[in-house]
Nanobody
Framework: QVQLVESGGGLVQAGGSLRLSCAAS????????VAWFRQSPGKEREFVSA????????DYADSVKGRCTISRDNAKNTVYLQMNSLKPEDTAVYYC?????????????????WGQGTQVTVSS
């Protein structure tokens, strides 16, 4: 089982940027597809973005497409989510998730390992 730790969240004004990091330990990170999900109060956890184990394949939710970029550095066992042009509706706890696979998924239940989350708050 891989252990995941998110960082990089914080308070930012609308229009600003943040880069989230998901650091992994415990297993061969390059075997894992990795995704970001987010959850705001009273809402279900929703898909944000995913990357294949090589980084060659990525996917984004429509709500963040064009504003976010997912990338990974397998040598550093880390996946990043660069978020630009942030909006108040992006406010949520952002979670990193992973599963050993050659494909990626947008489905929450498909992922086996989860981090504890990092809070992102966007003020208007």
């Amino acid at each position: 089982q891989v252990q995941l730790v998110e960082s990089g969240g914080g308070l930012v004004q609308a229009g600003g940027s943040l880069r989230l990091s998901c650091a992994a330990s415990g297993r061969t990170f390059s075997d894992y597809a990795v995704a970001w999900f987010r959850q705001s109060p009273g809402k279900e956890r929703e898909f944000v973005s995913a990357t294949s184990r090589s980084g060659a394949s990525t996917d984004y939710a429509d709500s963040v497409k064009g504003r976010c970029t997912i990338s990974r550095d397998n040598a550093k066992n880390t996946v990043y989510l660069q978020m630009n042009s942030l909006k108040p509706e992006d406010t949520a706890v952002y979670y990193c998730a992973a599963r050993i696979s050659v494909v990626i998924s947008t489905t929450r239940e498909w992922y086996h390992s989860w981090g504890q989350g990092t809070q992102v708050t966007v003020s208007s």
